[in-house]
Nanobody, 121 residues
Framework: QVQLVESGGGLVQAGGSLRLSCAAS????????TGWFRQATGNEREFVAR????????NYADSVKGRFAISRDNAKNTVYLQMNSLKPEDTAVYYC??????????????WGQGTQVTVSS
């Protein structure tokens, strides 16, 4: 069993930056791809970014490409999402997930509880 705990969310002004962290328990973290998803109020959960187990392969949603960066440190069982040039439309609850490398939520087995990101205009 793997447990995920996100942190780093908060309130930031438009144009600002935040770094989200997702810490995983268990020794199998490095076997899994990791994804970040987000869900704004009234919307469906959407893909944000993903990274392969080795860190060699990444992919981003078009809406965040060039502004967000996903990375991981397998020695620390942690995955990060660096978010720059934040926009009000980035406001959502952000979730990390472990599973099979994919842009689709159904491919991921384990999910964190989410962390709120609010961007003010």
């Amino acid at each position: 069993q793997v447990q995920l705990v996100e942190s780093g969310g908060g309130l930031v002004q438009a144009g600002g930056s935040l770094r989200l962290s997702c810490a995983a328990s268990g020794r199998t973290f490095s076997r899994y791809a990791t994804g970040w998803f987000r869900q704004a109020t009234g919307n469906e959960r959407e893909f944000v970014a993903r990274i392969s187990w080795s860190g060699a392969y990444t992919n981003y949603a078009d809406s965040v490409k060039g502004r967000f960066a996903i990375s991981r440190d397998n020695a620390k069982n942690t995955v990060y999402l660096q978010m720059n040039s934040l926009k009000p439309e980035d406001t959502a609850v952000y979730y990390c997930a472990l599973g099979t490398l994919s842009d689709y939520a159904r491919a991921y087995e384990y999910w964190g509880q989410g962390t709120q990101v609010t961007v003010s205009s």
